[in-house]
């Protein structure tokens, strides 16, 4: 077994790797599901930072898989009988993705993937009634925040070492329960690859 695992290891470090770096911004929605089961309207999307750093292998001519770290701001605005609220909040976390990879000529390629993350919060605040609450207490944000979703990527190579790209990626929590905070970012991204 140990033998296969370091098999398997070698192998993939003998495909070609790249490492990202991605910049751009996130539009989150919360979607707020009571102990009713019924989701207030009162909150809105709003938009938040995104920085991403990963390694990409090619596990086949074809098909790719990365793996890396985050930092996202998921921000949030509102209002309930015209009092105005906003929640600020600062993730960071690990992300992986897995999929393929389709070339469409003259360095361009298109990348479809499944992506997983696991983030935490490091800082969140509610603006409300002209004070900050600290959101650092609350279950619904300070807790780990799995997030499944996809992503397309277009790439074009400039040089055998360097590339660009634009990237849109969608992801939700899934959270389940009888009071349940989920976040449902959309994020838009351009950024560099370096390849060795």
Do not use: W
């Not at 990365?66 to 976390?93: E, H, L």
């Not at 969140?124 to 397309?152: A, E, K, P």
């Not at 990527?153 to 990237?167: A, R």
């Not at 990626?169 to 351009?190: A, C």
């Amino acid at each position: 077994m140990k033998r296969i695992l370091l098999l398997l290891l070698v192998s993939v470090s003998c495909f070609a790797q790249s490492y990202k770096f991605a910049v751009g911004s996130n539009i989150t929605s919360f979607v707020f599901t009571n102990s009713a089961g019924a989701n207030p309207s009162f909150l809105r999307p709003s938009s938040g930072m995104h920085l991403s750093l990963s390694r990409e292998s090619s596990l086949s001519k074809s098909f790719l898989v990365d793996y890396g770290i985050n930092y996202n701001q998921f921000n949030n605005v509102g209002d309930v009988q015209n009092i105005p609220f906003t929640y600020a909040t600062d993730f960071i976390g690990l992300n992986a993705g897995i999929g393929p990879k389709l070339s469409l000529g003259k360095g361009i390629s298109l990348v479809a993937k499944a992506n997983a993350s696991v983030s935490t919060m490091v800082n969140g605040n509610q603006f409300l009634l002209n004070r900050y609450v600290d959101l650092s207490g609350d279950d619904q944000f300070n807790s780990m925040r799995t997030m499944y979703g996809y992503s397309f990527e277009l790439t074009k190579q400039i040089s055998p070492q360097v590339g660009v790209f634009v990237k849109y990626q969608h992801l939700d929590s899934y959270n389940f329960g009888s009071s349940t905070l989920n976040f449902i970012p959309s994020t838009f991204s351009l950024g560099l690859s370096l390849s060795k």
